[in-house]
């Protein structure tokens, strides 16, 4: 089984709907981050939490909100998508050292 | 702000030696890595190297940091058609935990 596991795997949604992308991790790291990767663009720092209680933004956070439900859950949520949302969308883990941060496999999302 | 900067693309034949290279603006950032993402897959940590470190070598991965320059390079010996993939390179500054990433090189090797 993956160490971080991201559902769904690929959406597509329509302009306006609400969608959430979810990740669940068994590292059993503190630290959880959300990144939208563009081509040619890298990965873009949406939302990062330090524990449960800690949510912070990040370079891209309008138009995005994020609930960390437990050390192990962080969901990401779109309150109304827009087709400029359309992206690849990574959950990663690290612990408390800065040895590196763990990936999921990745959401694509579309929406049309 | 911090910035990280790399080349989009890098062609080169199997057996040769692959060098990725990677500029960076923060001064003080403590850590640099190098990730690999290979098609329809997340990031794959490769290697990292702290700041007051020159060199790190992990098989036939090295590792070169120009602090002074402020430059990253990633080195793969003997590349393999299995080498092909998107390789990024991120820092991070001691104390934010966070991890800024670059554009992403992508390496195509050639049979």
Known sequence: DADVTQTPRNRITKTGKRIMLECSQTKGHDRMYWYRQDPGLGLQLIYYSFDVKDINKGEISDGYSVSRQAQAKFSLSLESAIPNQTALYFCATSDRGDRGAFFGQGTRLTVV | ?111
């Not at chain 2, 470190?53 to 990633?74: A, E, Y």
């Open chain 2, 1 to 111: 702000g911090e910035d990280v900067e790399q080349s989009l693309f890098l062609s080169v034949r199997e057996g040769d030696s692959s060098v990725i290279n990677c500029t960076y603006t923060d001064s003080s950032s403590t850590y640099l890595y190098w990730y690999k993402q290979e098609p329809g897959a997340g990031l794959q940590l490769l290697t990292y190297i702290f700041s007051n470190m020159d060199m790190k070598q992990d098989q036939r991965l090295t590792v070169l940091l120009n602090k002074k320059d402020k430059h990253l390079s990633l080195r793969i010996a003997d590349t393999q058609t299995g080498d092909s993939a998107i390789y990024f390179c991120a820092e991070s500054t001691s104390g934010t935990y966070k991890y800024i990433f670059g554009t992403g090189t992508r390496l195509k090797v050639l049979a």
